[in-house]
């Protein structure tokens, strides 16, 4: 026997190369489409019985069939913000989505001492002398690649080890298994003296979705499968027969397969934990064959203070405010724990009546532009060609019966257009969060910055592309109010033939990049909920994978330059004039050829310090011998963007050691820059770049 994970995760890394391979077709496997619409109510289930019974019909009703993969497919599939605290220098903190919700990174820092992790090591830095006063080996050094980061609050660290996933066993083949999940590990240390464990906490069978910090409470995102035996692979069944076969394990699936479970080690001891049947809910309609959990930890206590609650979905993508956490998902690309096609009913969105729009007063945040023109009073020069009246309305599912009408034959599934599902979690306070509501919209999201929180209401930027037609992609904002997810507005027709490369919300004024071969810039009025538009638009060659607010109404813009055909160039740092959102304008651009930058995809790499008007990212460079090397590009932003000059690492003594020389990170710390990578940490004069010291990790 195996069990569902060995056979899942064949399956899905099957369909991922599936979907990978040019002139594919879909999978035939039959799926019930759910029904996840624009207003959903968590509801807990009663007992433990009527969990079990829930959980299991809705993973029969779901259930698809399995197959093995030739193994050439399973190859294929295989490839700032700045503070001071009192008696400490001024410094820059990790670069977040929101103020006061700290994200785990690599780095941190607190003026006073600096830690970092990377390959198994924490260490502990004084930020005045640059000496490291402690270092905690965490994992064994043949398992130095595992990836970690990092949260810190006064004399506590988390360290969280969030490389789960599906891991071959020695000498197995994916198609035919065995597999195994390397889950997450959370580690708490004491920094006070010489730094020491003090608890971990280790998920079973589930992958590290992510994690957010408010003041010393931590909430940690994971997701996992039901632990369901499944029969072998017998090739003399038939697709109906098979699929019968994983219906009848879901039937008889005891308890315990399906509660999540977790292990937490202190002193020495480790105990076993689950989450209480009375602690998972469920939308109105779900799977079955996923489970997103919620942990909560005081960096100033100790592991299991708080007891976990789960939900009966799947989560990818986590946001996070002061009082609410969001996590989201597309169950259409969903399952296990690779992409897998999964049918999703997709009735359109009700949109509220216009309302009139009224004028306020700009923002007093100098984040904000200056003005924001009255909808009605926009210049019709002003107005992007795409309007946001259009309403584009997704292709539903067809589940299509037998030609024979036998009912026992398996329907053919029709693909479907992409929806996100939404979850929201309360988390005001310290202690156990509250599943407020779920919702959905139509398409994926591209990461955490196409949501945003404001004036009790959530706006979701998303591209919608029906399968194989690319040339029909669009993308478009959402608007569903925050207490029910209920769907209040939207505008759409954004980019046609595009996807979403980068998106801001800051306020009441949302910016949009869609590419293809050229870049479009969007500017969007978001101050009437009911009635978004878009207000200007600024077509440039090139994108911008991510935007930072620069200010006195200006904003960043970190990507590659293209050519009018698309072909990416080099890294570009774009400076925008978006004062009025009407016109927005390129102010200057600064232009790397045969570059990119790690910014493009993790904004955790960028840093901007206002104080100074420098900005600082990651390069990596290559020429006539392909990879000529990392150094931390530094930027003077002011009216224009001049290069301030690059700090560079020493490359690695050692032929092949496993070392990244790539510089992954860059921290200010009074008057000098901190940049890091594998090989250690180098510290810089900030205004002239000179070396002042370096210190070898590797």
């Given at each position: ?289 996923s489970l997103v959990t919620v942990h909560t930890l005081d960096l100033n206590g100790s592991f299991g203070t708080t007891e976990p609650i789960s939900v009966a979905a799947d989560g990818d993508t986590v946001y996070g405010t002061q ?276 910014a493009e995809w993790d904004p955790h790499a960028f840093l901007y310090w206002p104080q100074d008007g420098l900005a600082l990212i990651p390069l990596a460079t290559w020429g006539a011998d392909y990879y000529d090397g990392s150094q ?67």
């Open positions: 026997m195996t069990t569902s994970i060995r056979v899942a995760g064949a399956i899905a890394i099957a369909l991922l190369a599936t979907a990978c391979t040019p002139g594919a077709a879909p999978s035939p496997d039959p799926v019930t489409p759910i029904n996840l619409t624009s207003n959903i109510k968590l509801v807990a289930f009663d007992d433990c019985d009527s969990m079990l019974e829930g959980l299991r019909a809705a993973a029969v009703k779901h259930a698809q069939s399995f197959q093995v993969m030739p193994m050439a497919m399973a190859e294929a599939a295989d490839t700032a913000r700045s503070t001071a605290g009192a008696g400490a220098q001024t410094h820059s903190t990790t670069n977040v989505h929101e103020a006061g919700v700290d994200e785990p990174d690599l780095v941190k820092t607190d003026g006073e001492r600096v830690v970092t992790v990377n390959r198994g090591v924490l260490r502990v830095m004084d930020a005045a002398s640059g000496k490291v006063t402690g270092t905690l080996r965490l994992v064994a050094e043949e398992q130095s690649w595992a990836e970690a980061n990092l949260l810190v609050a006064g004399d506590r660290a988390l360290v969280l080890f969030n490389n789960g996933g599906y891991l071959p066993a020695a000498g197995a083949r994916v198609a035919d298994g065995p597999m195994t999940l390397a889950s997450p590990r959370y580690v708490m240390v004491d920094l006070a003296g010489p730094p020491k464990v003090l608890a971990s906490m280790s998920p079973a069978n589930a992958i590290h979705v992510d994690a957010r910090m408010v003041g010393t409470t931590v909430r940690i995102v994971v997701r996992s499968e039901p632990q369901v035996p499944m029969p072998e692979y017998d090739g003399d069944m038939t697709q109906k027969e098979m699929l019968e076969a994983v219906k009848e394990t879901y039937r008889k699936a005891p308890l315990d397969a399906w509660l999540p479970k977790y292990e937490i080690e202190s002193n020495g001891q480790a105990t076993q934990g689950a989450v209480k049947c009375e602690n998972v809910s469920h939308p109105a309609d779900f799977t079955g064959r009082d609410s956490l969001y996590v989201t998902s597309n169950p259409l690309w969903w399952g296990g724990f690779f992409p897998m096609p999964l049918a999703v009913d997709v009735d359109p969105m009700p949109v509220a009546e216009a309302a009139p729009a009224s004028p306020v007063a700009p923002s007093p945040d100098p984040d904000m532009p200056t003005q924001i023109p009255d909808p009605g009073k926009v210049a019709p020069e002003a107005q992007p060609t795409p309007s946001g009246a259009e309403k584009v309305t997704p292709t539903a599912e067809v589940v299509s019966p037998s030609p024979s009408g036998n009912e026992d034959t398996v329907p053919e599934v029709v693909p479907v257009s992409e929806r996100t599902e939404v979850h929201r979690f309360d988390v005001t306070g310290t202690g156990v969060p509250r599943y407020v509501a779920s919702g959905s919209v139509p398409g994926r999201l591209l990461n955490q910055y196409s949501m945003s929180e404001y004036d009790g209401h959530l706006r979701i930027a998303t591209t919608t592309t029906p399968r194989a037609q690319e040339e029909k992609s669009e993308s478009g904002v959402y608007v569903l109010k925050a207490d029910t997810l209920a769907a209040t507005g939207q505008v759409t027709g954004l980019g046609r033939g595009e996807r979403i490369y980068s998106v801001r919300f800051i306020g009441p004024v949302g910016y949009m990049v869609t590419f293809r071969q050229v870049d479009p810039l969007y500017t969007l009025d978001l101050r009437d909920p009911q009635v978004p538009k878009v207000t200007g638009e600024l077509k440039i060659t090139g994108f911008s994978a991510y935007l930072h607010p620069a200010g006195d109404g200006r904003l960043i813009g970190v990507g590659q330059e293209a050519d009018t055909k698309g072909r990416t160039k080099g890294t570009q740092v774009s400076l925008f004039d978006v004062r009025d959102p009407g016109a927005p304008a390129v102010l200057s651009r600064y232009h790397q050829e045969d570059s990119a930058t790690q931390a590009l530094v930027l003077k932003v002011g009216d224009t963007i001049e290069k301030a000059g690059v700090i560079t690492h020493p490359k690695p003594g050692v032929p092949n050691l496993p070392l990244d020389p790539s510089i992954r990170r860059s921290v200010i710390i009074g008057d000098t820059v901190w940049t890091f990578s594998d090989l250690g940490v180098k510290i810089s004069d900030k205004a002239t770049l000179a070396d002042r010291a370096w210190v070898k990790f590797f």
